[in-house]
T-cell receptor, first 116, second 114 residues
Framework: DVKVTQSSRYLVKRTGEKVFLECVQD?????MFWYRQDPGLGLRLIYF???????EKGDIPEGYSVSREKKERFSLILESASTNQTSMYLC???????????????FGEGSRLTVL | DAKTTQPTSMDCAEGRAANLPCNHS???????VYWYRQIHSQGPQYIIH???NNETNEMASLIITEDRKSSTLILPHATLRDTAVYYC???????????????FGTGTLLAVQP
């Protein structure tokens, strides 16, 4: 089975801190994604990457950056955390070829970030 | 990508079929319909997808109307573990990194009652 692992289930940070959220997948998938999920707003795409060192902005990239130095790892970075970034963050991966035809994303369990 | 409309919530009795509707009246010819679900405190899980024909797998059936403007996800024998938020998504099935993203709405909360 595909496994997408997010480094922390729960984090509490202070305003202005730099925050790293790590995601690792074990199935050699080309595509990786970061979403955030908030009540009433559903899942919103922050950034995605379709290859090592490649990244594209999603719908809400402001305040975030990403890093994809290795195929299996996709990191989300909050350079200076703010209270409005308190949210559930979900990482996902998909196989490039099959994703074109199946759209099957594999999600991690999520990281709940609280910024005080 | 076409916008989808789903009811906010639905109830279903355990053991009965759950029929979850989705409207996608602006869908275009090359857009697929996908369904995911999210059980509380977990990441979303892929269920099924289709383009024109009805589809069935071990989890569910997907019925797409002939004009493709709406679809229904059917869970044939709902159990308490099927209580979740169900997302209907339409997406272009084309090549290219920019199109390999799914836009999730707010979904339907299905509550299976004992």
């Amino acid at each position: 089975d595909v496994k997408v692992t997010q480094s922390s289930r729960y984090l509490v940070k202070r305003t202005g801190e730099k925050v790293f959220l790590e995601c690792v997948q074990d199935m050699d998938h080309e595509n990786m994604f970061w979403y955030r999920q908030d009540p009433g707003l559903g899942l919103r795409l922050i950034y995605f990457s379709y290859d090592v060192k490649m990244k594209e902005k999603g719908d809400i990239p402001e305040g975030y950056s990403v890093s994809r130095e290795k195929k299996e790892r996709f990191s989300l970075i909050l350079e200076s955390a703010s209270t409005n970034q308190t949210s559930m963050y979900l990482c996902a991966s998909s196989l490039f070829v099959l994703a074109v035809y199946t759209g099957e994303l594999f999600f991690g369990e999520g990281s709940r970030l609280t910024v005080l | 990508d076409a916008k989808t409309t789903q009811p906010t919530s639905m109830d279903c009795a355990e053991g009965r079929a759950a029929n979850l509707p989705c409207n996608h009246s602006t869908i275009s010819g090359n857009e697929y319909v996908y369904w995911y679900r999210q059980i509380h405190s977990q990441g979303p899980q892929y269920i099924i997808h289709g383009l024109k024909n009805n589809e069935t797998n071990e989890m569910a059936s997907l019925i797409i109307t002939e004009d493709r403007k709406s679809s229904t996800l059917i869970l044939p024998h709902a159990t308490l573990r099927d209580t979740a938020v169900y997302y209907c998504i339409v997406r272009v099935g084309a090549l290219g990194g920019a199109t390999n993203k799914l836009i999730f709405g707010t979904g339907t909360l299905l509550a299976v009652q004992p």
